[in-house]
């Protein structure tokens, strides 16, 4: 594998995770990764129901800490381990998240929309009521008000997140349709010196491209954004670094010759 750093993995301190960190572990040993970022889940407001109890997606972070750094310390010839966080962002929880983000000395924060207007796109209420346009429009938007509000982060994680489960995924969907929004919202990430992520965490989803598709992320770099992350969004060891091939040569087309792994929040670039 060109890339070698999975900077976006979950285990069973995730709500939708019940994989034991220490497998996800030693299957990223196994296959000769160098890196391993976990991005543990706090969604803090996430919106209940009878697949996903009031506070499934609170981290218990002292906890996921202990055992990482237990791990760091047990695997530290053998890889590099490295403390992270998807934060959820709904733009009434910036005050929330802002204090969070600065209790416990991450060496990674992935913003990440899961919720927009109260609802996850995981659930097709989300979509009942609209067309699949307007509820990816209000999706985009939410990302907008989010980054708006709320800055204590590093990269903003699957963009377009919303096609998963979108009625037709992403059939009818390209970069071109929703450019006027997707355009404001990498010039935002850009002057606020914030990056974006390359997730194939869609490709077991059964998307056609990666997260987010290749033309945003052309238009990324065309604007001058320089931070980019890759993960495979992985909840269990079959799927860590899943589609990396993939995602070297996305990332080659799109102008670049580098990914982006963190430490203490500074960034590094490791030419791929």
């Known amino acids: 594998m060109a890339i070698l750093a999975d900077y976006h993995l979950h ?88 204090a969070y983000a600065k209790s416990f000395d991450f060496d990674f924060i992935i913003a990440s929309s899961h919720v927009c207007d109260f609802r996850d796109p995981y659930n097709p209420s989300y979509f009942e009521g609209r067309s699949e346009e307007e509820a990816y429009r209000d999706y985009f938007s939410s990302i907008i008000e989010n980054i708006k509000k709320f800055t204590d982060f590093d990269v903003y994680g699957h963009l377009d997140y919303v096609l998963r489960y979108g009625p037709n995924l992403d059939k009818y969907y390209t970069y071109d349709k929703y450019k006027d929004l997707f355009d404001t919202m990498l010039t935002l990430l850009i002057e606020k010196g914030k990056g974006i992520e390359v997730n194939t965490g869609g490709v077991k989803k059964g998307l056609r491209e990666l997260h987010p598709c290749t033309d945003v992320i052309r238009r990324y770099h065309e604007l001058g954004g320089e931070i980019i992350t890759t993960g495979s969004d992985a909840h269990e060891p079959t799927h860590i670094a899943d589609a990396f091939d993939k995602a070297a040569e996305v990332l080659k087309s799109c102008g670049f010759r580098y990914y982006t792994v963190f430490s203490g929040r500074n960034p590094d670039f490791i030419k791929i």
């Open 11 to 98: 285990s069973s301190f995730s709500g939708d995770s019940t994989t034991p960190m220490e497998e996800m572990i030693q299957k990223g040993i196994a296959i000769g990764l160098r890196s391993m970022c976990f991005t543990e889940h706090n969604d803090f407001d996430y919106p209940a129901d009878e697949d996903m109890p009031e506070d499934s997606y609170l981290l218990n972070t002292d906890a996921y800490l202990y055992d990482l750094l237990r791990f760091r310390d047990k695997y530290n010839d053998k890889i590099n381990l490295y403390f992270g966080v998807e934060l959820g962002l709904q733009p009434h929880l910036a005050k929330r998240n802002s």
